[in-house]
């Protein structure tokens, strides 16, 4: 859990004191309707259990969950506890929940994948912009005239990262030498793009979010459904 720690308000109401006066008795103030009775928490374990559903419930909420089936809830939690059979299996379970995250993610994050996907619509009419089976869009800066790498070929190359908006997250040149990496270890826009080059070559790759770290983000400085612009130099090439 995210919350280490969790304060239970309980308010209390007095009932109020009607003075009055022998000329004429004071109104009684009015009471508010309530709507729905508190729970009565009689000892710990009802205090420990309405405190997992607050904070399991807060958890899911920060995390864009806004609602869930409550008495299927209740249910799965019962045959838990009891060693009853699911009717849901470990990986289906999972699979379950990670599709609900998802489709959350998706509806969180519904207007950055709109822009990417318009840019990218806009960007293949540009005049030298070549766009891929794949989805990867690719502009050749400088061409090379040395071997292509394969997918397990050992590389050196210099690079710079960005956000479709400009802002930079990584740069081999301002760390003033080149990256060493295999060609297959890379997000599936490096891979395919590295193997689009000869040594020598500068492109500029405009990498879809599919392509590059998907629904996650990597690190702070690349959010969730990031497509990205990476400007790639293929130094070297160690071929396998």
């Known amino acids: 859990m995210n919350k280490s720690t969790l304060t239970l308000a309980v308010c209390l109401f007095a009932a109020p004191v009607l003075a009055q006066t022998k000329k004429a008795p004071v109104k009684k103030a009015a009471v508010p309707a309530t709507t729905a009775s508190a729970p009565v928490l ?8 309405y405190a997992f559903g607050i904070m399991m419930g807060s958890n899911l909420k920060s995390a864009g969950i806004t609602s869930l089936n409550y008495s299927l809830l209740n249910k799965a939690l019962a045959e838990a506890f009891n060693n009853d059979k699911a009717i849901l299996s470990n990986d289906q379970a ?19 994948i709109a822009a990417g996907k318009a840019f990218f619509e806009k960007n ?5 912009v070549v766009t891929t089976a794949s989805g990867l869009q690719y502009q050749v800066i400088t061409p090379g005239n040395g071997p292509k790498p394969g997918p397990s070929s050992s590389v050196k190359v210099h690079y710079k990262g960005t956000l479709l908006d400009g802002t930079q997250f990584d740069s081999s040149y301002d760390r003033g030498e080149p990256t060493p990496l295999t060609v297959g270890n890379v997000i599936p826009g490096w891979t395919e793009g590295l193997q689009l080059m000869q040594t020598g070559a500068k492109y500029k790759f405009f990498v879809p979010y599919a392509l590059a770290y998907g629904e996650r983000a990597a690190g702070p400085q690349i959010p969730a459904y990031s497509d990205l612009i990476f400007e790639i130099e293929l130094i070297s090439v160690d071929a396998k």
């Open 42 to 49: 009689k000892n710990g374990l009802d205090s420990a259990s």
């Open 94 to 112: 999972q699979a379950a929940i990670s599709n609900l995250f998802q489709e959350s993610s998706k509806k969180q994050n519904a207007a950055a």
């Open 124 to 128: 293949k009419l540009v005049a030298g």
